[in-house]
């Protein structure tokens, strides 16, 4: 019998990042182990997608899809859905739908009245929104419907254990673009007072080279050590010998909670804000703040306090580590496409 056919539509460049297509990778990975066919429909930075999927043994149909192209894709006997991720593509595409395809729209703010076969939102705040999908057939909202890839859900739930010693493990990302060059700043105001070990991933889509290059030097004179993995294929990996992360309130910060990372985050797009201030509020990370409204007094105040208090990230881990599961992407496709 002919596999029925999820379409998965998204972009991702510097200027978006990359978490709409990393976590459409997880439900991807998921529909093809229960026995779909996934077509994953992306544009944006088309060079870097195409390295990002290579990397992940994706196979992905990149160029730049009007909507036209879109509907006419739906227009197959055998597609049974459409996953858009990203709220400018569902208004742009929805209203031009065929009435009987099934779509589920990927969301983080709420205020959503598009109808649609399913919505979702893994963000942990997410079940007090539910009121602003007043058209959503079904709602999957909260992290039990967190996606997580198979290069995280490889590692052991709670895998990462820090180790309270001298020099903190530390990794720094923000996202696989970093378009506010947080990587940078961030590394320029390392305080001197404990010195670290420090891992930066930077994404596929990362063009912060020069100011990079800057800020590890100062990092050095302040007694730290550096080392820069681009695009690496398991960061999974790095996060588990990690003792603590910083990093942008995406979806980074449900892949660090399923392993047990404690995290330092900012919100860096306007989608991530309320999130940020929920999590810090249930104690499951510190910071939380909008990184534009943050000063450089406060961020290095910020990441003393973070890295010179043990207690407090230990606190931090196991509050996190209690809202994580391996499961959310199964339930996704299981609850979201049932008939």
Aim: proline share 5%; glycine share 8%.
């Amino acid at each position: 019998m002919p596999r029925s056919r999820i379409l998965f539509r998204a972009d991702a460049s510097h200027e978006l990042g990359f978490g709409h297509v990393a976590r459409l990778c997880a439900l991807i990975e998921e529909a093809e182990a229960q026995g779909h066919e996934a077509i994953a429909m992306f544009g944006g930075d088309l060079p870097a997608i195409r390295a990002w999927a290579v990397d992940r043994k994706l196979s992905v149909d990149l160029r730049e899809w009007a909507p036209t192209a879109v509907v006419n894709a739906v227009d197959h006997p055998r597609v049974r859905a459409l996953v858009i991720d990203g709220p400018d593509l569902a208004r742009q595409l929805v209203p031009k739908l065929p009435a009987h395809l099934h779509t589920m729209l990927l969301d983080d703010m709420g205020r959503v009245p598009l109808a649609c076969g399913a919505v979702v939102n893994q963000n942990v705040h997410a079940a007090t929104l539910a009121a602003s999908y007043p058209n959503a057939q079904r709602r999957l909202l909260g992290r039990r419907y967190m996606m997580l890839r198979r290069d995280i859900r490889k590692h052991t739930r709670g895998a990462c254990r820090p180790m309270r010693s001298a020099r903190l493990r530390l990794v720094i990302t923000f996202g696989g673009s970093d378009p506010v060059n947080a990587t940078a700043r961030t590394l320029r105001l390392l305080p001197a007072e404990r010195p670290l070990d420090v891992v930066v991933i930077a994404g596929p889509g990362y063009r912060g080279d020069d100011e990079l290059r800057t800020s590890i030097y100062i990092a050095a004179l302040q007694g730290h050590l550096v080392d820069v993995q681009r695009a690496p294929d398991d960061p999974g990996g790095l996060f588990v010998s990690a003792d603590a992360a910083i990093c942008s309130a995406g979806g980074t910060l449900g892949e660090l909670a399923f392993l047990g990372c404690p995290a330092l985050a900012y919100a860096i797009v306007r989608d991530q804000i309320a999130p940020a201030r929920h999590q810090v509020h249930e104690g499951l990370i510190a910071a939380g703040r909008s990184w534009a409204d943050t000063d450089d007094a406060t961020l290095r105040e910020d990441i003393h306090g973070f890295v010179v208090d043990d207690a407090g990230r230990a606190a931090i881990r196991k509050l996190a580590l209690a809202t994580a599961d391996a499961d959310g992407a199964r339930r996704i496709i299981e609850e979201g496409l049932a008939a």
